[in-house]
C-alpha cells in the first residue's frame, strides 16, 4: 500500500490548490443549494483527512495498525459524510445533466474520496458540458489515470497535451506527460519534462518536494545522473517570460477611495463600488487564469447581489489549477 500513498500523495501535492481553495458558496434555492454548500465546505476537510490518513513525503511510510484508531473512526465518519452528499449531488445530476458546477463539484469530491472511475465518470461529463474546455482537460485526465492506478492512456496522453496546449506552464500536464515518457520506456524523456517543469515553478510551489524525489527516484532507477540532463531552451525561455510577467495584484480600493466612499450618499457608494467591480471584472478579461482575481470577483458580485455573475466567476475559479 505504500506505493499507492506515494501516488496519491504526489496527486495531492500537484493539487494543492484545489483542495486548499476551491471553497465556493451555495447558489440556488432549495436542498440542491445547501447540498453543494455542504460538499464545497465538506471537500477540503476531506481531502485534508486522506492526505494525513496516506502520511506526508517528509516521514517513512507508518503500518495503518499503528495508527491513532479514534483519529481513524472520525475520518471514516467524515468521508462517509462526504460520500452521501456526493451520492446525493450526483443524484440531482441524473435531471440536470447540464449543471457544469456541479459535475465539476463532484468529480473532485470522488477524486478527494479516492473514488477515481465515479470521479472520471463526472469529470467526462463536466468535460461535456464545457465543451471540451482545455482548463478542465487535465483534470480529465488526471482522474482517468488514477482511475487506471496510475498508468496513462492514449485518452489521458491527448487531454494532458490538450491541456499543455493550451497552458504550456501548466504543472499537472507536465507531470503527467513525464509519467507517459516513463511509462514508454523513455526515462530520460520523463526526466526532462520535469527538470523543466521545476525550472518553471516558483521556489515555494508545493510540488517541489515531490516532484525533486521522483527525479531522484527515476535517476537511481535508471542509473542516468540528473545533472547530465539541462533545462530545455523552451522551459528557459518561459522561465524568463513568467518572470517578466508576474502579474500585479487585481485593483481594489485605495485608501483614498474607502474614504471618499464614506462620504458619499448611498446611492453614489454603490455606484462607485460597482465601478470598481467592473474595472475587476474587465482585468479578468486579459488575465484570464488569475484564480484570486475569480475568487475576489466572484465575492464581489455576492455583495452587490449578482448570483449569476458571481456563480459565472466562481466556475471560472474552479476550473483553474
Known amino acids: 500500500q505504500g506505493e499507492a500513498a506515494r501516488t496519491e500523495i504526489k496527486r495531492r501535492m500537484l493539487a494543492a490548490a484545489d483542495s486548499g481553495e476551491t471553497v465556493t458558496k451555495a447558489v440556488g434555492s432549495g436542498s440542491n443549494g445547501l447540498m453543494i454548500a455542504v460538499l464545497t465546505v465538506l471537500m477540503p476537510v476531506g481531502a485534508v483527512l486522506l492526505y494525513l490518513n496516506l502520511g506526508s513525503p517528509d516521514r517513512p511510510d507508518q503500518p495503518l495498525a499503528g495508527r491513532d484508531l479514534r483519529a481513524k ?5 467524515e468521508q462517509m459524510k462526504i460520500s452521501q452528499s456526493a451520492d446525493k449531488l450526483s443524484a440531482y445530476l441524473k435531471n440536470n445533466p447540464d449543471d457544469l458546477r456541479g459535475w465539476t463539484l463532484l468529480a473532485r469530491t470522488y477524486l478527494s474520496l479516492g473514488r477515481y472511475p465515479d470521479s472520471a465518470m463526472a469529470y467526462a461529463e463536466a468535460y461535456r458540458v464545457s465543451e471540451e474546455s482545455a482548463e478542465l482537460a487535465v483534470d480529465y485526465g488526471e482522474a482517468l489515470t488514477l482511475a487506471a492506478d496510475s498508468e496513462i492512456s492514449g485518452k489521458a496522453r491527448s487531454l494532458f497535451e490538450k491541456a499543455l496546449a493550451a497552458d504550456n506552464t501548466d504543472p499537472k500536464a507536465r507531470y503527467y506527460l513525464g509519467m507517459y515518457k516513463a511509462q514508454q520506456d523513455d526515462v530520460r524523456g520523463a526526466m526532462q519534462m520535469w527538470i523543466d517543469l521545476a525550472t518553471l515553478s516558483p521556489p515555494d510551489a508545493p510540488w517541489l518536494s515531490v516532484l525533486n524525489q521522483q527525479i531522484d527516484r527515476a535517476a537511481r532507477d535508471s542509473g542516468i545522473d540528473p545533472a547530465t540532463i539541462t533545462p530545455s531552451a523552451e522551459a528557459l525561455a ?33 455606484q462607485m463600488i460597482r465601478s470598481m467591480v467592473e474595472r475587476l471584472a474587465s482585468k479578468m478579461k486579459d488575465d484570464p487564469k488569475n484564480k484570486d482575481g475569480w475568487l475576489r470577483l466572484e465575492r464581489a458580485y455576492r455583495v452587490l447581489g449578482e448570483v449569476d455573475k458571481a456563480d459565472e466567476a466562481a466556475v471560472r475559479a474552479a476550473l483553474l489549477p
Not at 473512526?73 to 465518519?77: D, H
Open 73 to 77: 473512526v472520525g475520518q471514516n465518519e
Open 238 to 270: 518561459l522561465a524568463k517570460e513568467l518572470q517578466q510577467n508576474i502579474q500585479a495584484p487585481a485593483p481594489g480600493p485605495t485608501t483614498a477611495d474607502v474614504k471618499e466612499a464614506m462620504g458619499m450618499a448611498e446611492g453614489d457608494r454603490n
